[in-house]
């Protein structure tokens, strides 16, 4: 049985004053031995660089050891030297070896520098942007083919994804929505008791989660949950080439893949919206029914006189662009990874981020455009 | 001779599917062996249990004379210090460029200097023959060829004695398959390397293999030289050196005039 290449005899130096000062190199010379000896040994070497040298007693030496003493020589052969065979080759390889290459240079620092920088960051928006709308033009095209031959439109895609982004994610947002509606409904009971305004709490509860919470929490979930693996699961087909085989079949993967995605969460996010909405409602008419006393019954019976029912359709509309922005966004960051593992990351990452701004942002347009419908 | 790498009564099994039945592998000291197989036989489910990447059911794996499953950490560790691997389709880095691909395992080491770092990476580029112009780049702009041979030079970055190689000329043109077999037949005549081979090339293994160990049928039907195994009578055997391929593997080595004349002769009279 052998062992493993155990570590081998200590490299030193020995030096003669007579003759002519040599220094002959005795031990093992390589990656072993060395390691955490090599600062001393390169100074002393360093100290005998200007001496003839003998290495023909040596143990041992490998590349790391022939490129230590390569160092301490200053890149060249010392005058007198004494090889043998074997290690000529070697320190010729070091010689013929190239340089290598610089570390790429620090960018200088210039008074310019934070308006290029700025400059950069609008050039990239602006390259998102396009190719941001490329993408929806193509969905757009995409959907009128379809209109022109529906025998193409790809429902087990549509369905298998609503099935994923849908029914998947039914148990979490129930949890959350059910836990927020309890919170709200709290805090809220609190405040109105002070003034005696308990029953207020339905309007409350009802304006605020039918037209805001519901379909913002349920989008950020989504996004959260199937806008990353939308934007993985292109990213590891642009890598593994799948993308280019599909084009070669002669299938266009936005027909194939970016459209049924986007449809799906187009169907699918508004339904979660409604789901949310009766959780959410359910977690605050139990902690109404706790902190206030208000039953079940005169809840949800004051429900629809104090709701007017177009916030319930805002809600559900909200949660169909929602689904849309979502789907574009996240097949947008899929499809520019770039084929290594960083980009991998960086690109779900931005892809995740950009989708629950996008959602915020729009809420925010929604809420100015739509702020004299629905309030009572 | 000590066996470098012993493979001691291996089972492995996938669910109900056998796929080792009681294998038994020795790798000599300085040699090249080569691990021939069909598809599905089983070849680099052995090269992972030798890498202690996978667990064989039964059985055990030593490597430098360490049983894989209980040795301490500190051993594991010198130990994959001492051997480097190629995998079949490289698996570098994709994140790192190609130079700091090659630098990382000598950079883990924690003893080096960075121009000592810098000069030993530039000469494993140049030993499989990269040169400096692609040192900076990713691995994504390189070719298949130049992938393995990047692989290569991070494999042999610590100097190791014992090599694995998967598939290593699969996927290649064959000029360039016949180049990076050259290669490391020169590097091995360098570095006194052992080497594992898995390939299902004939070619390659003629040309590097100085023992085949051969699997099929769940178990290694044959272990030794060419001209030992070329005359075994069994249905793989034969469908693999007498095939018109293997005929034509054979035929050129007769050509070139070198020891393994007698193989393609030995083969040759062996069908008719």
């Keep these: 049985m052998s062992e493993i290449p155990s570590e081998g005899e200590l490299p030193s130096f020995a030096t003669t004053e007579s003759p002519a000062s040599t220094v002959a190199l005795k031990g093992d010379w390589t990656l072993d031995t060395l390691a955490a000896r090599i600062p001393p040994l390169t100074q002393q070497a360093r100290r005998y660089s200007r001496r003839a040298w003998d290495l023909r007693e040596i143990g041992s030496i490998d590349d790391a050891g022939a490129t230590l003493l390569w160092h301490a020589w200053g890149a060249q052969k010392p005058a007198e030297l004494l090889l043998r065979p074997e290690q000529e080759a070697l320190f010729n390889r070091l010689a013929e070896a190239p340089k290598p290459p610089r570390a790429r240079r620090r960018r200088v620092w210039s008074a310019l520098a934070p308006v290029s920088r700025v400059g950069e960051r609008v050039v990239d928006i602006i390259d998102h942007l396009s190719a941001f709308t490329s993408l929806l033009g193509q969905a757009v095209l995409d959907v009128a083919r379809i209109a022109g031959n529906p025998a193409r439109m790809p429902w087990r895609e549509i369905s298998a994804n609503v099935h994923r982004t849908g029914a998947q994610a039914l148990p979490i947002t129930a949890l959350v929505s059910f836990l927020i509606g309890i919170v709200l409904s709290y805090l809220s009971a609190r405040q109105l008791k002070l003034f005696g305004a308990d029953v207020y709490i339905v309007d409350i509860l009802g304006i605020s989660i039918l037209r805001e919470l519901g379909p913002v929490l349920a989008a950020i979930l989504v996004a959260g949950r199937s806008g990353s693996s939308m934007t993985a699961q292109l990213g590891v087909m642009r890598v593994t080439q799948e993308l280019d085989a599909l084009a070669v079949l002669g299938i266009p993967y936005s027909l194939r893949l970016v459209l049924p995605k986007i449809v799906a969460l187009a169907i699918a996010l508004p339904l979660l919206v409604l789901w949310t909405d009766a959780i959410a409602l359910l977690g605050g008419m139990v902690a109404a029914g706790a902190e206030l006393n208000i039953g079940y019954r005169h809840f949800i019976s004051a429900l629809p006189g104090a709701v007017p029912v177009a916030n319930l359709w805002l809600g559900l509309a909200k949660g169909a662009v929602f689904g849309v922005l979502i789907g574009l966004v996240s097949c947008h960051f899929g499809l520019r990874i770039k084929p290594n593992t960083e980009s991998l990351g960086a690109g779900t990452t931005n892809s995740v981020v950009t989708a629950i701004t996008v959602v915020i942002l729009v809420d925010a347009i929604f809420a100015v455009a739509f702020s004299e419908v629905g309030i009572p | ?272």
Excluded at chain 2, 29 to 45: A, F, M, R, Y
Excluded at chain 2, 60 to 68: I, N, P, S, T
Excluded at chain 2, 134 to 162: F, T
């Design chain 2, 1 to 272: 001779m000590s066996a470098i790498v012993s493979v001691e009564g291996l089972w492995t099994r996938y669910g109900k599917q056998v796929i080792h039945r009681d294998l038994d592998l020795d790798v000599r000291d300085s040699e090249v062996l080569g691990i021939v197989g069909g598809s599905g036989s089983g070849k680099t489910t052995l090269l992972r249990q030798m890498l202690g990447l996978d667990r064989p059911m039964r059985g055990a794996v030593k490597v430098f004379g360490h049983d894989l499953e209980t040795a301490s950490a500190a051993d594991l560790r010198r130990m994959r210090r001492h051997w480097g691997v190629l995998f079949q389709h490289g698996a570098l880095f994709t994140a790192l460029t190609v130079f700091d691909n090659v630098a990382l395992p000598l950079r883990e080491l924690r003893a080096l200097p960075a121009p000592m770092i810098a000069d030993l990476v530039m000469l494993k580029l140049r030993m499989v023959g990269i040169g400096a112009e692609h040192a900076p780049k990713m691995p994504s702009q390189l070719s298949g060829g130049m992938i393995k041979r990047v692989a290569l030079a991070r494999a042999l970055a610590l100097q190791p004695e014992l090599l694995f190689l998967d598939e290593p000329t699969a996927g290649l043109d064959p000029e360039s398959g016949e180049s990076f077999v050259e290669l490391i037949n020169t590097l091995r005549k360098e570095l006194k390397l052992t080497v594992v081979m898995i390939t299902h090339d004939l070619d390659t293994l003629i040309s590097l293999a100085d023992r085949v160990a051969v699997l099929a049928d769940q178990q290694l039907i044959a272990v030794g030289t060419l001209d030992e195994i070329v005359n075994i009578r069994h249905p793989f055997i034969q469908s693999l050196f007498h095939g018109e391929r293997g005929q034509r593997a054979l035929a050129a080595v007769d050509g070139t005039g070198d020891s393994n004349d007698d193989v393609a002769t030995a083969a040759r009279n062996n069908i008719s």
